[in-house]
């Protein structure tokens, strides 16, 4: 039977990072690419971690209900296709979904066994770079008095999900730290499972 593992993390985290150094270590273990109504941005590529969807597409997969989970975040939707999963169970690998908190419990709902896992970093390198900078002597006055309260009210629009929901917890210091963790997680739960 294959399992269900759902990544999350606070915003920041370096999650891209570790599920894909995870990805390429373990055999049996595929990963859902999620899809999205966001622009594609100039910095990705063809390995964003997304498929890009038109907004009506995606509404139209939503009316159908081909997603095991999706969310609105900044006015973009995101979300993981269930085909992914079936896809999975049909080739007998396990599935490494990533999702947002809303997305870990609409999963949850749907496949109750599956392992919710929020990996955190020490420090999250992005909100601290962008904070520390604010204050730096070299930031300008625009950045500090017009840029700055913009960026902080994204932020606040993401919640930090309450730990005590998941069933797996990861704190790390550097990207492969967190992959080394959650190679060890899903093997315990393999090896639980057997």
Known sequence: MSILFIISEVFGSGRYSVVNSVCKVLDGLDLAIPCTTRTSRIADNQDSGFVFTPLERFELMIAHEEFLEYVNILGNYYGTPHKFLQQARENGNDLLVQA?????????EKVPDAI???????????????????????SS???REVLLPSIQKVFSQFQVPD??????????????????????????????RQ
């Open 100 to 108: 947002d908190y809303r997305g870990v419990e609409q999963i949850k």
């Open 141 to 143: 006055l625009l950045f």
């Open 116 to 138: 919710s896992i929020l990996i955190l970093p020490a420090q999250p390198a992005l909100a601290k770079d962008i904070f520390s900078s604010a204050v730096s002597p070299g």
């Open 163 to 192: 730990r005590d929901k998941y069933d797996h917890v990861i704190v790390y210091d550097r990207p492969e730290d967190g992959a080394i963790r959650l190679i060890e997680v899903i093997r315990t739960e393999r090896l639980q």
